[in-house]
């Protein structure tokens, strides 16, 4: 019986989760800010990922409370932790960007972050790594070029690009004039200024 009763206090509480976070969505939709911020927060405070990504969003963008990108950081930190995508993204972007010069754990953990978000198939967090372990310190081109083919893979045209200027420098693949010009001609035609640049070179 004591069992029973505790899975109905979880479905219960996972129900109301829900249901707050979806007011919160309408709330966010009608611009009613405050109330939807409100919603967000009454759901993350019972550990509901979604509802914690969301108000990252709502500190980050000082939608519906004042812009703080610490607590943002904090609950995109908590919903990473039960590896929603989107928040694994943008805590690995707050620690990148935020970080110490020589906080090399933070790094660290931003790249694992980035690295789930990405094996999750998140497009912004493959492209994100590709760019990133082709620029790095010590680039790891190979790791770099099959990060870019899965966010080219899913539509990305920056990365496509990218994915063809790695074929015409030979960086992580053997250098191939015909493979950059295809992945080029693809970026082009889905928009990219600089690969329709690249063709003209």
């Not at 539509?155 to 690009?161: E, N, T, V």
């Amino acid at each position: 019986l004591e069992e029973a009763a505790f899975q109905l206090q979880q479905i219960f509480r996972i129900d109301i989760s829900i249901a707050l976070n979806i007011l919160g969505i309408e709330s966010m939709r009608a611009g009613h800010y405050r109330i939807a911020y409100t919603c967000f927060k009454l759901a993350a405070d019972r550990g509901y990922s979604k509802a914690q990504f969301n108000v990252g969003l709502c500190y980050e963008h000082g939608r519906g409370t004042e812009k703080d990108l610490e607590k943002a950081a904090f609950y995109y930190y908590h919903a990473a932790s039960s590896c929603h995508p989107m928040a694994q993204y943008r805590y690995a972007r707050y620690l990148i960007c935020h970080r110490p010069e020589n906080e090399w754990d933070r790094l660290q953990k931003a790249v694992a972050f980035l690295e789930q978000a990405a094996m999750a198939g998140l497009t912004e967090a493959q492209a994100y790594l590709g760019v990133f372990y082709m620029r790095g310190l010590q680039p790891k081109e190979k790791r770099g070029l099959k990060y870019l083919l899965l966010a080219a893979t899913n539509g990305d045209a920056q990365s496509r690009y990218h994915v063809g200027v790695c074929y015409e420098r030979g960086l992580g693949v053997q250098q191939n004039l015909a493979e950059a010009m295809k992945h080029y001609r693809q970026s082009a035609a889905a928009g990219n200024r600089n690969a329709q640049d690249r063709l003209q070179v």
